[in-house]
C-alpha cells in the first residue's frame, strides 16, 4: 500500500521527534536540586523505616520525591511546583507542616501513619492522586522526605492520636439530633443547607495561605477527603482540618454527638445512598412536613 507524501512527512517527522527526546527526562525526572532542612529525618510506619537520605545523598526518599512530586509541590517543599499555578486547590506547602488528615489534636504534627494513609489514599477533589502503586517502604520513604522540609520535625513530636470511641447506633434520633447540630454550629453556612458545599460563605472561605478553598460537598463521590468510614469522619470532627476554616470540635460537643453529625452528614450523601440515608428518608415519607429547613433563623427543629 502506497503512503501519501503528507503521511511520509508526518511519520519522518514523529520519527525525529522520538529520537530527540529519547534522551531527554521528562520535567519530574530532571535533576533539581532539592532544598530540604534536614538529611536525618526518618520515618517509622509499622515495621518500615523510611530515609530521605542515605549517607548525605538523595536515596531513596528525595529522589522518589524528585520523581513524582517536585512538579506540584516543588524544589524546596513549598508548594510552589512548576504545574502549581495549573492546580487548584494548591499543592500542600511541607514547609509548614501543617496538614488536613491527622488522628492527632488539631495544631499538632500528624503521625507517619497518618501521612503514609494520605500518601496512600489520595486527596479526592485534588490533584493529590493516591500512590498505592509504589511499595509499602518506597512510600516511607516518601514520607521521610516529605518530612525533611520543615525544621518542626526536629523540634517538635507528633501528637497523640485521639481515641474513637465505640460508635453509637444510626438511630432515626441520632440522625435528627445531628441535624439539630448542624443547624445550631451553622455547619449550613459553608456546606450549604443540603451539604452540596454552597452555603452563603463558601465563595469568601481561604486556606492558611489565603489560597480560596471550597467546602465539602457531601452530596457527590462515595468517600470523604480524609477517608470513607464513619470513623474517619468522627476523627475530622474532633481533629479539625489544620490550615482550612474547618475547625476542631473536641471543645464543643460530646462524642456521642460528634456521632450523630456524622449520622446526619451521611444522608446528605445522594449519589451513595448509605443506611442512613435510607433510614432518614424512609422517616421522611412518613412524617411529611415536619422539618423546617436547614438555615437562617430557622431553628432546624423538629
Not at 177 to 189: I, P
Not at 244 to 266: C, G, N, Q, Y
Request: with cysteine; aromatic share 8%.
Amino acid at each position: 500500500m502506497r503512503m501519501t507524501k503528507t503521511a511520509v512527512a508526518f511519520l519522518s517527522g514523529l520519527a525525529v521527534l522520538l529520537f530527540l527526546s529519547a534522551g531527554s527526562p521528562c520535567y519530574a525526572q530532571i535533576d533539581h536540586k532539592i532544598v530540604t532542612v534536614s538529611k536525618t529525618t526518618e520515618s517509622h510506619v509499622g515495621g518500615l523505616t523510611g530515609h530521605a537520605y542515605d549517607g548525605g545523598q538523595p536515596l531513596p526518599g528525595v529522589q522518589l520525591y524528585r520523581r513524582f512530586c517536585v512538579g506540584c509541590h516543588g524544589a524546596a517543599g513549598d508548594g510552589e511546583g512548576e504545574n502549581a499555578q495549573w492546580v487548584d486547590p494548591k499543592p500542600r506547602d511541607f514547609t509548614l507542616a501543617t496538614f488536613k488528615c491527622r488522628s492527632t489534636p488539631t495544631g499538632t504534627l500528624p503521625t507517619d501513619d497518618d501521612l503514609f494513609n494520605a500518601v496512600t489514599r489520595g486527596f479526592v477533589t485534588t490533584n493529590m492522586p493516591s500512590w498505592r502503586p509504589l511499595t509499602p517502604q518506597q512510600r516511607a520513604n516518601l514520607i521521610a522526605a516529605v518530612k525533611s522540609f520543615s525544621p518542626r520535625w526536629g523540634t517538635e513530636k507528633a501528637g497523640t492520636p485521639i481515641t474513637i470511641p465505640a460508635e453509637t447506633p444510626a438511630s432515626i434520633d441520632s440522625i435528627l439530633h445531628g441535624r439539630e447540630l448542624f443547624q445550631k454550629m451553622e455547619c449550613w453556612k459553608c456546606h450549604g443547607p443540603q451539604g452540596h458545599g454552597d452555603g452563603p460563605s463558601a465563595s469568601t472561605l481561604t486556606d492558611s495561605k489565603d489560597n480560596p478553598i471550597r467546602p465539602y460537598n457531601f452530596s457527590v463521590g462515595t468517600r470523604f477527603k480524609c477517608g470513607e468510614t464513619n470513623q474517619d469522619l468522627y476523627r475530622v470532627f474532633m481533629t479539625g482540618l489544620d490550615g482550612t476554616p474547618m475547625p476542631s470540635f473536641a471543645d464543643v460537643i460530646k462524642p456521642e454527638e460528634a456521632w450523630d453529625l456524622v449520622h446526619f452528614l451521611r444522608t446528605m450523601q445522594t449519589a451513595l445512598k448509605p443506611p442512613e440515608y435510607v433510614t432518614f428518608n424512609q422517616w421522611l415519607q412518613s412524617h411529611p412536613n415536619q422539618l423546617k429547613p436547614i438555615g437562617p433563623d430557622t431553628g432546624g427543629a423538629q
